[in-house]
């Protein structure tokens, strides 16, 4: 498998983090989304994802998937083992809730391309942009941090003692969050789940830094 992937994507994040979880070997094809105005629009590029988004996973017989959570959830159905979903259906569903949380109500919503329209057709400035970056971040996860700190189904990480779908998502978005240093010193459910995770071989392994177009 061929992961194209650009290290400080949270999209992208949250597969390596997947694969990572379940040992399975993938090359990782770097897609620089600001060099050269963005290789992800380069018309080969183009050809696997029309949406000009990363990631793109391709599979071994050549067949590409994206989007994902529909690349983490093809994982686990071919491969089930280590789980990162449970087998009781309504715990299934909470754990889906809190990765479209992430994915759907957090992201967009600072997603790089909407940041730069914010830039460069809205004429927004840089601390403006920021600005926005951080207020909806930092609602969103507050309202992570509301659920995740008042049910019992939580332990070390999002869903038990075993890392998940769950925390796929949350580590990358958290991680970003650092980096445009919101304000998440309320959440602190979050940020133990935060650590427990970055203890471990996978998140780490996964993480920006060790990327081979880590800046």
Request: glycine fraction near 4%; hydrophobic fraction near 45%; proline fraction near 7%.
């Amino acid at each position: 498998m061929k992961l194209y992937s650009y290290f400080r994507s949270s999209a992208s994040y949250r597969v390596r983090i997947a694969l990572q979880l379940k040992g399975l070997p993938c090359e990782v094809v770097p897609v620089h989304l600001l060099k050269d105005g963005g290789e992800q629009f380069a018309a080969d590029y183009l050809q696997l994802n029309p949406d000009a988004l990363v990631p793109s996973l391709v599979l071994d017989d050549g067949l590409a998937l994206t989007q994902s959570l529909a690349i983490i959830e093809y994982l686990e159905e071919v491969h089930p083992s280590p789980a990162l979903l449970p087998e009781n259906p309504l715990d299934r569903a909470w754990l889906r809730s809190l990765a479209l949380s992430v994915a759907c109500d957090i992201h967009p919503l600072n997603n790089l391309r909407v940041l730069r329209y914010l830039v460069q057709e809205m004429e927004l400035s840089e601390e403006a942009k920021n600005r926005w970056y951080r207020h909806w971040c930092e609602r969103g996860l507050a309202s992570l941090e509301k659920i995740l700190g008042s049910d019992a189904r939580v332990g070390k990480f999002c869903y038990g003692d075993a890392p998940g779908l769950a925390d796929c998502f949350l580590i990358p978005q958290i991680a970003n969050a650092q980096r445009m240093q919101c304000d998440l010193s309320g959440m602190p459910t979050l940020m133990r789940i935060n650590a427990a995770c970055m203890e471990l071989r996978a998140f780490i392994d996964a993480s920006p830094a060790q990327q081979p177009d880590a800046e």
